[in-house]
């Protein structure tokens, strides 16, 4: 298997436009989580979802963020309008049931101008 | 809510030597499982090793093996024979049984010097 896969790793984007991250998640993990790497506060989990449905998004910052999982092979990270702090490193990954290890993308390195 | 502590920003090891990162964590529950994550300059997460409350048995895995002191809420990570691509970010990280996102603590850089 590929593992999560990850696109871009890098973007870099205009203050107010819009910024979509997508996720292939490791093909039959039931779950997905989006975190988000600060120098500031570290790893923080934005949302996960179990079988396509959103199960916890109460780490998404604002209205300004959504995700989405359509199916089983993709999700995204939507961030609308974009701004400066939110310039940080996302990473998408993926496990296998409850207690298993998660499996985790190569980030995506977003910078807000 | 769970908290994961690293009052370890950075630590210094040379090669072939010994070196343990400290983490503690703050919960509540009996039943959950403790992780390492090694994040090299490729920025890629990889887990190290892992460990279930339950076990009393300290987990081991080739070089690497942890202290876990449960009533201490202690769970170190012990790097034996160290080597030049150990140099990374360590991560500590915890998931409640019943929960499956993982709670980070906030790193310790490891330099490994020849």
């Known amino acids: 298997d590929a593992g999560v896969i990850q696109s871009p790793r890098h973007e870099v984007t205009e203050m107010g436009q819009e910024v979509t991250l997508r996720c292939k998640p490791i093909?039959?993990?039931?779950?997905l989580f989006w975190y988000r790497q600060t120098m500031m506060r570290g790893l923080e989990l934005l949302i996960y979802?179990?079988?396509?449905?959103?199960?916890?998004d109460s780490g998404m910052p604002e209205d300004r963020f959504s995700a989405k999982m359509p199916n089983a092979s993709f999700s995204t990270l939507k961030i609308q309008p974009s701004e400066p702090r939110d310039s940080a490193v996302y990473f998408c990954?993926?496990?296998?049931?409850?207690?298993?290890?998660?499996?985790f993308g190569q980030g995506t390195r977003l910078t807000v101008v | 809510a769970q908290t994961v502590t690293q009052s370890q920003p950075e630590m210094s090891v040379q090669e072939a030597e010994t070196v343990t990162l400290s983490c503690t964590y703050d919960?509540?529950?009996?039943?959950?499982?403790l992780f390492w994550y090694k994040q090299p300059p490729s920025r890629q997460m990889i887990l190290v090793i892992r460990?279930?409350?339950?076990?009393?048995q300290n987990a081991t895995e080739n070089r690497f093996s942890v202290n876990f002191q449960k009533a201490a809420k202690s769970f170190s990570l012990k790097i034996s024979d160290s080597q030049l691509g150990d140099a990374a970010m360590y991560f500590c990280?915890?998931?409640?049984?019943?929960?499956?996102?993982?709670?980070f603590g906030k790193g310790t850089s490891l330099l490994v010097t020849p």
């Open positions: 990954a993926s496990s296998l049931g409850a207690p298993s290890e998660a499996f």
């Open positions: 093909s039959g993990h039931d779950y």
């Open positions: 979802f179990n079988n396509n449905v959103p199960i916890d």
């Open positions: 919960t509540s529950e009996s039943d959950y499982y």
């Open positions: 460990q279930e409350a339950y076990k009393q």
């Open positions: 990280a915890y998931r409640r049984d019943s929960g499956y996102a993982l709670n």
